[in-house]
Nanobody
């Protein structure tokens, strides 16, 4: 399964970016799609996830109220709208898909089997 993440770039603090995660295969489905981010030399952290039916969105406390995850059904795209960006949001952002049911809530990397290549977000202060 291929996932393609895009939309990263350089933005000033307080600005916005919208990331996209595309599953090119029209038959693709999953139990959940999540976004994670990783700063250089640090672990990959959970950011947000949505169940495949668009319900059950969940956010890390650090982004809640500023980021919005959503799914475009016809296009098989999951977005991460990021607003009020802070320098500490700078990282490589990865999208991931969980094809199997997990009772863990889809907040851990281990619950995801398929990953996109990552897109760099840089926030200048």
């Amino acid at each position: 399964v291929q996932l393609q993440a895009s939309g990263g770039g350089l933005v000033q603090a307080g600005g916005s970016l919208k990331l996209s995660c595309v599953a090119p295969d029209p038959t693709f489905s999953a139990h959940a799609v999540g976004w994670f981010r990783q700063e250089r030399g640090k672990e990959r952290d959970f950011v947000a996830r949505t169940r495949w039916d668009g319900r059950g969105v969940y956010y890390a406390s650090s982004v809640k109220g500023r980021f919005t995850i959503s799914r475009d059904y016809p296009r098989n795209v999951v977005y991460l709208q990021m607003t009020s960006l802070k320098p500490e949001d700078a990282a490589v952002y990865f999208c991931a898909a969980a094809p199997k049911y997990s009772a863990g809530g889809y907040k851990r990397q281990e619950e995801y089997d398929f990953w996109g290549q990552g897109t760099q977000v840089t926030v200048s202060s």
